[in-house]
């Protein structure tokens, strides 16, 4: 069962525009949700968590029970956050990915 | 912050042969780390859980006797592929789980990019 999506592979913006990717979840209990990011040719770091609810590099994301949604939104858009974004779930006792989603800033 | 690191970046092998990968953890104790691989342009998919001193847990469809993983101690664990074949060349990640003020939290290491010949 696809327990996280994303439902855009790619995601193109002009700069200073507000970005938002999509985290769909499925799981019973209470989530424990994340976004990753992957730069270009660097590795896959921690961007926020959902229970810290602290906003990084102007991010922020809320969960949404009752949609079961994860989004992370940005209000303006760099173009140093062109990356890969993953939404992600701990789910018994390890973390499972979405697919992933490409984000590019266009100046 | 706590590093993960990983040895090799990249190597090349041919078909047959063994390859060892090593996933380190720099600055903390890691009782778990965990094996990632990426195929281009996809997400992570994991193949298994490795916890110190013990066997490792493979995910469904993860031939444990192709993919051997060791966790020799709380900063290393290894990934050894063993008889390559070109179907096997991809990107492997580690992760090391590390108990953090809010939570536990995983860090990735760099990935090794495996091709075979």
């Known amino acids: 069962a696809q327990r996280v999506t994303q439902p855009e592979k790619l995601l193109s913006v002009f700069k200073g525009a507000p970005v938002e990717l999509k985290c769909n979840y499925s799981?019973?209990?209470?989530?424990?949700l994340f976004w990753y990011v992957q730069y270009s040719r660097q590795r896959l770091q921690l961007l926020l968590r959902?229970?810290s609810r602290e906003s990084i590099k102007g991010f922020t994301a809320d969960l949404n029970k009752g949609e079961t949604s994860f989004h992370l939104k940005k209000p303006f858009a760099q173009e140093e956050d062109s990356a890969m974004y993953y939404c992600a779930l701990i789910y018994g006792n390890k973390l499972v990915f979405g697919a992933g989603t490409i984000l590019r800033v266009k100046s | 912050g706590a590093v993960v690191s990983q040895h090799p970046s990249w190597v090349i092998c041919k078909s047959g042969t063994s390859v060892k990968i090593e996933c380190r953890s720099l600055?903390?104790?890691?009782?778990?780390m965990f094996w990632y691989r990426q195929f281009p342009k996809q997400s992570l998919m994991l193949m298994a859980t490795?916890?110190?001193?013990?066997?490792?847990?493979?995910e469904q469809g993860v031939e444990k006797d192709k993919f051997l993983i060791n966790h020799a101690s709380l900063t290393l664990s290894t990934l050894t592929v063993t008889s390559a074949h070109p179907e096997d060349s991809s990107f492997y990640i580690c992760s090391a789980r590390r108990n953090w003020r809010e939570g536990e939290t995983q860090y990735f290491g760099p990935g090794t990019r495996l091709l075979v010949l």
């Open positions: 490795s916890n110190e001193g013990s066997k490792a847990t493979y």
């Open positions: 799981y019973s209990g209470s989530p424990e």
């Open positions: 959902h229970i």
């Open positions: 600055d903390f104790q890691a009782t778990t």
